[in-house]
């Protein structure tokens, strides 16, 4: 087999074996699916009708605007996972033991990032059921259904590499899931729960060049069917850009070794 194939097969059983992590100690990523979850009922019963009163409607129309960034928010907080188990693996010494074996050196990262995109992904299906549930509705073709997801599924493959390097510089499982916090509180100081226009100038600047703020916009345009303006081109490059910038990170930190 050439060496492609072999990468591939290695990745694919290190993707299997974090999978199977996930199917049996669940509580990791249902933490990260619940956080999304009561932000939701919370700013929907709690804020729902003074904050759509605001927006010249109610608290539907406020679960309209707010369900979009709950999920962008829980994206982010998928990555928190990632952080964890690799800290885990880095620590608990079996990482040693791979590097004794005939593997593909990357395929242990590709192997987590993979696994956890597939959790993150899991995890915003959930959170859409219970947006669903409470009275969200959506006016998106399949087609924009479809570019939804493929956003999500690039904004958690970007965040999830950032958050590799988290884990592999935290030397126990508690800082390693304190380190990736910023990633997932940072919606909230985007066009995640209020627009950026309603914001004090400085706030507002900070909002409309953050990276989440063109994520949310952009997901809530295709989950509304409306248009999404230049949105959408912002954000797959904030994607390209934070996915980029994890993966050498991460991978000069793994190739120089474990600094446990």
Request: with cysteine; aromatic share 10%.
């Amino acid at each position: 087999m050439s060496t492609l194939t072999y990468a591939v097969h290695d990745s694919a059983t290190m993707l299997r074996r974090n999978l199977k992590h996930a199917i049996r100690y669940p509580a990791v990523g249902l933490g990260s699916a619940m956080l999304p979850i009561l932000m939701l009922l919370l700013f929907v019963y709690a804020f729902g009708d003074s904050i759509g009163a605001g927006m010249g409607g109610g608290r539907a129309a406020y679960l309209e605007y707010l369900t979009p960034g709950v999920i962008i928010m829980g994206v982010a907080a998928g990555s928190m996972s990632t952080s964890i188990a690799i800290c885990s693996d880095m620590t608990e010494g079996i990482i040693n033991r791979f590097r004794t074996m005939d593997i593909t050196r990357a395929s242990f990262m590709t192997g987590h990032v993979l696994g956890s995109v597939v959790q993150t992904m899991a995890c915003a299906v959930l959170v859409v059921g219970v947006a669903l549930a409470l009275g969200f509705r959506s006016g998106a073709t399949p087609l924009e259904w479809l570019a939804a997801a493929g956003l999500l599924t690039a904004v958690a493959f970007a965040v999830t590499w950032l958050s590799a390097g988290f884990g592999l510089i935290s030397k126990t499982v508690e800082s390693a899931s304190n380190k990736p916090l910023l990633i997932q509180f940072l919606p909230f100081l985007g066009s995640a729960f209020v627009p950026a226009d309603s914001m004090s100038p400085g706030l507002r600047w900070f909002a409309e060049h953050q990276p989440f703020t063109p994520m949310t916009e952009t997901l809530r345009g295709l989950l509304s069917g409306t248009p999404v303006g230049n949105a959408w081109w912002i954000s797959l490059t904030w994607c390209a850009a934070i996915a980029l910038t994890g993966y050498l990170w991460s991978r000069h930190l793994f190739t120089k070794g474990p600094a446990h």
